[in-house]
């Protein structure tokens, strides 16, 4: 009795166990740990300006390598073509107007959830380097740190931090390709001036072509720096098991670019890499916005996402064997713009929201009254804003804004706007002839503006409801420039008050 007794408990015993084995092994296979995040970002660098964008000037050999063992994302934006609101909209998972002051630049930060700390309070280890979020203050809110995280000074004092088995995620923020650019770094670089594309939205002359050849040598720089975490990652035996993304914040800058709702200053590179699990080699066409790596973080942590958080996750598309189209939901993106730089008379901004799709950029200017570039003479939303550091590109329209050439390109980058824009992205990708008023596209144009603001209702936007938010008159946290004094430059060039200042 005893005998068959103990031999029933033994096999409940190994029924339990294989149950358990074929469990783990299963578990092992295709589920994978919550994986590590290495976020690689680079500052105001436009979507195309990379080998595996197909830039054949810039030499990026490391991220051009991660891309094929990854997924590139041809259509990702970001929230508002501007550092501080970007940056604050990726960690909130949340549009800008609804994060009240962040939607300017030099702004505080809202008291609101961030992956982050969600991702800390989980269980993962959470540090950034360089800039993270901002410019701004964050202390003004009470954030006892920056909201990306502990800041540390390399990878490798983080990573002794690291416990055994513990999920980690790292942010390094670049300063590059940010002005000012290292000067003539270009000839040093391998890049030739002749081989440069020049947008047509610019001049095509050699002292434009020297100053984007300045900017993709810090371009080559960043994709150096992404060369040296990789072999860092191999090193540390963290390669198999983090998920490594390349992206930036925002887009270049140059006139039309950042702090403009032109792709030039919304559409960045995002490439996203961890062959053991996501099916390498592939481009996708759906679209994400940079707000929407908040819900993916947590959804690959395991973690709930909170209810304020209205992006939504891509896991779906990492996961998926195919390419192109994966989510045709995804067809859209909708951006905006409050405050850039603190460059127009009273600290006013320059309002806007634009909604991207495949075919059409339609945006609103709700303020069209205002200069779009900032009040001139100094347009100070493009580029160094008292000319303190150089802008070249810039510097040669201002002065030659009357010839014959430039003034089309002029008038396109620093004059006022309509309150109403639409572009047809396949016959004009470089969006410069504005179809608004065109008969033709008059349903369409009913039809963007429909959808634009049906989102903006839905999710309390202060320009489109009765909520209200001043953004006009919220601190712009840099003492400098709340007073700024044009540099020697601005001074020389456009003949400006040594006294000049945006308060007056
Ligand atoms: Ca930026």
Redesign the pocket.
Known sequence: MKKVSLTTRHLFIYMILFIYMSCDQKKNKSEPKRPNILLLMS??QSADHLGCYGDKSVKTPNIDKLAKKGLIFKNAYCSAP??SP?RASMLTGQDIWNLGEAANLWSSFPKVKVYSQLMEASGYHIGIEGKGWGPGDEAVTGWEQNPGGTRYNSFEEFFNEVEKGQPWMYWYSSRDP?RPYKKEGWKNSGIQLDSIFVPPYLPDNIEVRKDIADYYDEIQRFDEEVGSYISLLKEMGELENTMIIVC???GWQMPRG?ANLYDFGTKIPVIISWPDFFTPGREIEDFINIKDFAPTFLELAGITKPKQMNAQSFVDILTSEKQGVINPQRDHVIMARERHAFVRRGGLGYPGRAIRTNDYLFIKNYEPERWPAGDPPLYGDVDAHMLHYDAPTKIYMLKNKNSQDIKPLFDLAFSKRPEYELYNIKEDPFQMNNLSQVDEYKPIFEALLSKLNTYLVKTNDPRETELEFDWDNTHYYKDRDKKPKPSKKAIELLGLDQEYNYLD
């Open positions: 500052d105001n501007s550092c970007a940010h930036s914040d925002n950042l």
